[in-house]
Nanobody, 124 residues
């Protein structure tokens, strides 16, 4: 299996940027399509962005499209989420996840492996 560890969260002001990282170890990272999800207090975990195994295909939730960018570096076994123009509504714990599916998926139940999460808090 693959182990995932997120980093890069923190407390920022509205309009600021953050870059989250997700370091993978264990199995071959490039064998997994990857995604970012987030969960705010009292809410369901929701899809944020996903990327294919090779990085050529990406998909975003409407709420982050144009502000967030997902990318991966398979040589470094690392997934990224660049977050620009942050809003208070982006406040949540952010999780990276991996799936053995060939296709990019927005469904959390399709993901087999999850990190422990990193907190992002955006103040107004």
């Amino acid at each position: 299996q693959v182990q995932l560890v997120e980093s890069g969260g923190g407390l920022v002001q509205a309009g600021d940027s953050l870059r989250l990282s997700c370091a993978a170890s264990g199995r071959t990272f490039s064998n997994y399509a990857m995604g970012w999800f987030r969960q705010a207090p009292g809410k369901e975990r929701e899809f944020v962005a996903a990327i294919s195994r090779g990085g050529s295909s990406t998909y975003y939730a409407d709420s982050v499209k144009g502000r967030f960018t997902i990318s991966r570096d398979n040589a470094k076994n690392t997934l990224y989420l660049q977050m620009n123009g942050l809003k208070p509504g982006d406040t949540a714990v952010y999780y990276c996840a991996g799936t053995q599916l060939w296709l990019v998926s927005i469904r959390k139940n399709d993901y087999d492996y999850w990190g422990q999460g990193t907190q992002v808090t955006v103040s107004s």
